[in-house]
């Protein structure tokens, strides 16, 4: 599938390096593009509409890969002629199967619904403690606990921000969380999928980031995002162009943090001119150049591809 400035938005998980080989994006390691279709906006009247309406109910109906839910290998132009039929067979048998192993850990979310909405709001933002117990103990984070996360997350948005998320989103997620591309459409609800991954991986330890293209969308997120992860205990960090930086360094240890892709970059190359360890702003653990954490990108095709022509 070819991106564009026109392109659906997309939002990626920086897992690996990216190139850009003849106006495409590919991956330098298995990275994957994955097309999910949902419903509408998850935002409804009651919470028993957001459930008869689940988007999983028409993205997944019958499994038609074909128009709904199908891994969309990228385009390559030459290189396509290089690969072997059989490959493509191979790589759009292995997404099919991703997919269904990915509906399997959706019906185990949906069975743990009706134990969280039982929860009170005290006993709700207690679970984020029992989450980061259980990760520094060694429990594996793409386990059982990614499940109790997410159902954990979409009970907080619906109290918080009466949106729940559809099962296609919860799919939408996991992709995210596995470190792949996944592309939804204007309106499908990519700016709440996004508090799943952040917040799960905010509870190893690591900071979260939310990167968008400009100060109105990242205010805009932590402003509404933000409320979810601070129902559940998690501190949020906003990013503007016009802070100091004393503010840019309280909101950068924050477990989550919004912040457009230039004043990120610009930030970090500030830190290598500094001439003294009070003028960096970003963690400490960053001073070797090694990121230590967990980053979704918003509107990847225009961060990844267009803004990057042209360095910050």
Not at 52 to 61: E, K, L, V
Not at 81 to 108: E, P
Not at 213 to 239: C, F, I, P, S
Request: proline fraction near 2%; aromatic fraction near 6%.
């Amino acid at each position: 599938m070819k991106l564009s400035c026109a392109a659906a938005a997309l939002l990626t998980v920086i897992g690996s390096q990216y190139q850009e080989i003849n106006g495409f994006v590919t991956p330098s390691t298995s990275t994957s593009l994955f097309s999910i279709t949902s419903t509408p906006t998850a935002t409804q009247s009651t919470k028993s509409t957001a459930k008869a309406t689940n988007g999983i109910n028409s993205a997944f109906a019958g499994m038609n890969h074909v128009q709904r839910g199908n891994r969309i290998p990228l385009q390559m132009g030459i290189l396509d002629d290089l690969l072997k039929k059989g490959d493509t067979a191979s790589r759009d048998f292995t997404g099919k199967q991703y997919l269904n192993d990915l509906q399997i850990r959706v019906d185990r979310i949906n069975a743990l619904e009706k134990s969280v909405e039982d929860l009170d709001d005290d006993e709700l933002a207690a679970k984020s403690d029992g989450f980061r117990q259980r990760l520094s103990k060694g429990e594996d984070i793409d386990g059982p606990i990614l499940e109790e996360a997410f159902a954990t997350v979409r009970e907080a948005a619906w109290r918080v921000l009466e949106q729940r998320h559809y099962d296609v989103q919860l799919v939408a997620g996991m992709i995210l969380h596995d470190k792949q591309l996944a592309e939804m459409a204007t309106g499908e609800g990519k700016t709440l999928v996004a508090t799943l991954p952040t917040y799960l991986n905010a509870l190893s330890g690591k900071t979260s980031f939310v990167i968008t293209v400009n100060d109105y969308l990242a205010k805009r997120d932590a402003e509404k995002m933000g409320q979810v992860h601070r129902y559940l205990g998690l501190t949020v960090g906003l990013v503007q162009s016009n802070m100091e930086e004393d503010d840019r360094r309280k909101a950068y240890e924050c477990d989550v943090v919004y912040v457009t892709n230039s004043e990120l970059g610009f930030d970090y190359l500030r830190d290598h001119l500094a001439l003294s360890t009070d003028q960096l702003v970003l963690p400490q653990k960053w001073s070797e150049g090694a990121f230590d954490g967990f980053c979704v990108v918003d509107e990847a095709d225009s961060v990844l591809i267009d803004e990057a022509r042209t360095p910050l």
